[in-house]
């Protein structure tokens, strides 16, 4: 079964460094979804891609945020710097046009300290 | 504008039914889900329903969908120790993005 894949699955940063997690989507799957989720609530979009277009970004704070997906394949997700509030599960889904939802990644658990 | 809630808990056993709700915001919804989330996992889909549907089974699940109180359910039957774990509801509306609920952890009990 096809999957997305992330990594690292764990990362653990200094407060003030630059953190990046990479996320390869489903093969065909032309939009691509970088959500948080911080422990004990639902998901929350981040960032939106179609191909390689950013569709929806409002929720990404651009300041020490960005987001990349050059080929309109896999993806990068950025933060510098890093802040102790952005510990979270950074997760990433894929999906096609219809109805079938998102097919998710296990997600990269990012721990500021 | 969009917010989706459900309550935060719920214990059941084994081998009874559970029934976990959600009640979301957006009338223009076009599709609603329910995920599954084990402990330090992704999200697994489990079924979705179409807004124009009232009721849908995979199973030993089922989806119900009150449109008009923007309450939906999903009822699994014959509850195991294996679906514990956080369920969430999300909403699909106009612009295409899902939105969450916050999640609620069914513990099932041997």
């Known amino acids: 079964e096809a999957e997305v894949a992330q990594s690292p699955r764990y990362k653990i940063t200094e407060k003030s460094q630059a953190v990046a997690f990479w996320c390869d989507p489903i093969s065909g799957h032309a939009t691509l979804y970088w959500y948080r989720q911080i422990l004990g609530q639902g998901p929350e979009l981040l960032v939106q891609f179609q191909d390689e277009s950013v569709v929806d970004d409002s929720q990404l704070p651009k300041d020490r945020f960005s987001a990349e997906r050059l080929k309109g394949v896999d993806s990068t997700l950025k933060i510098q710097p890093a802040e102790l509030g952005d510990s979270a599960m950074y997760l990433c889904?894929?999906?096609?046009?219809?109805?079938?939802?998102?097919?998710f990644g296990s997600g990269t658990r990012l721990t500021v300290v | 504008g969009e917010d989706v809630e459900q309550s935060l808990f719920l214990s059941v056993r084994e081998g009874d039914s559970s029934v976990i709700n959600c009640t979301y915001t957006d009338s223009s919804s076009t599709y609603l889900y329910w995920y599954k989330q084990e402990p330090g996992a992704g999200l697994q889909l489990l079924t979705y329903?179409?807004?124009?549907?009232d009721m849908k089974q995979d199973q030993r699940l089922t989806v119900l969908l009150n449109k008009k109180d923007k309450h939906l359910s999903l009822r699994i039957a014959d509850t195991q120790t294996g679906d514990s774990a956080i369920y969430f509801c999300?909403?699909?509306?106009?612009?295409?993005?899902?939105?969450f609920g916050t999640g609620t952890l069914l513990a099932v009990q041997p």
């Open positions: 329903i179409f807004s124009n549907m």
């Open positions: 999300a909403e699909r509306g106009a612009t295409n993005k899902l939105i």
């Open positions: 889904a894929s999906s096609l046009q219809g109805p079938s939802g998102y097919t």
